[in-house]
């Protein structure tokens, strides 16, 4: 096996992503919807983790309590290697940005940084969507809007009339209230995408490569075009330790 497998841990606020990655492909998958590593959470991670052969582990998170447990875990199970923080400090690639950034775009950043063309734009469709922009020189800045879940919630929450209401595809002219609302959201973002694409290529020059990763990417792809990738923000948190370590080994 060598010691280039990577146990990759996307933290985030509702859930947590894991994939064992080696020489930046991913070989296998978990995902947990709650990221409080709960009892039943705990078992079923530490599971899995034992199924699993790594040699060191990346971490994004922007739950410090949940990142707190996950190492704990990894002590119980006796894991030896190294475990990486990917943040401002430790990315290795420039950020060309004020203020805070999530460790989640920056793994965006490098994978779109070290694997594509660019300029590259990266849209990550999570709880919120995230377009981010690379250069030449690094993370160049980027947009952020709701997700689709998160417009769908907003509605009901907001909104006394229309209550349960569950996302489907249709035409652009909903014939209820459902397929009204699940157009306008839909549509919204598709448009929305289509008109901040056009713009950053106004503003900074023609994108060449546009990835589309996230649960909804694939449903989005057909509007908006680029390629499709799985698990790039895991793979951009392998290819961030991989240059981590390479940089400490030629230090040694």
Request: proline residues 1%; glycine residues 10%.
């Given at each position: 096996m060598g010691k280039d497998r990577v146990l990759s841990v996307d933290i985030g606020n509702n859930r947590i992503h894991f994939?064992?990655?080696?020489k930046r492909q991913i070989l296998s998958?978990?995902?947990?919807?709650?990221?409080?590593?709960?009892?039943?959470?705990?078992?079923i991670i530490t599971r899995w983790l034992k199924e699993k052969?790594?040699?060191?582990?990346?971490?994004?998170?922007?739950?410090?309590?949940?990142?707190?447990?996950?190492?704990?875990?990894?002590?119980?199970?006796?894991?030896?290697?190294?475990v990486f923080h990917l943040t401002r400090e430790t990315s290795p690639i420039p950020l060309n940005y004020e203020g805070t950034l999530g460790p989640d775009r920056i793994a965006n950043a490098v994978a779109g940084f070290y694997l594509f063309e660019k300029p590259a734009c990266i849209i990550d469709f999570g709880t919120a969507i995230t377009i981010d922009r690379v250069e030449e020189d690094g993370f160049a800045g980027g947009v952020i809007l709701p997700g689709m879940e998160l417009q769908m919630r907003s509605l009901e929450e907001k909104t006394a009339l229309i209550k349960d209401v569950r996302w489907k595809?249709?035409?652009?002219?909903?014939?209820?209230?459902?397929?009204?609302?699940?157009?306008?959201?839909?549509?919204?973002?598709?448009?929305?995408?289509?008109?901040?694409?056009?713009?950053?290529?106004?503003?900074r020059g023609k994108t060449r490569s546009v990835v589309l990763t996230g649960g909804y990417a694939n449903l989005f792809h057909p509007y908006t075009g680029g390629i499709v990738v799985e698990g790039l923000t895991l793979i951009g948190l392998s290819i961030a330790y991989e240059i981590h370590n390479s940089l400490r080994e030629r230090n040694d």
């Open positions: 994939g064992v990655v080696e998958t978990l995902n947990t919807y709650l990221s409080g590593l709960e009892k039943k959470e705990r078992e052969e790594f040699d060191s582990v990346a971490i994004s998170s922007v739950v410090p309590e949940t990142t707190s447990k996950l190492e704990s875990l990894l002590e119980r199970i006796n894991f030896q290697g190294e595809k249709g035409g652009v002219t909903g014939k209820n209230t459902e397929e009204a609302i699940s157009s306008g959201v839909f549509y919204s973002i598709v448009g929305g995408i289509k008109e901040i694409l056009k713009r950053m290529d106004e503003e």
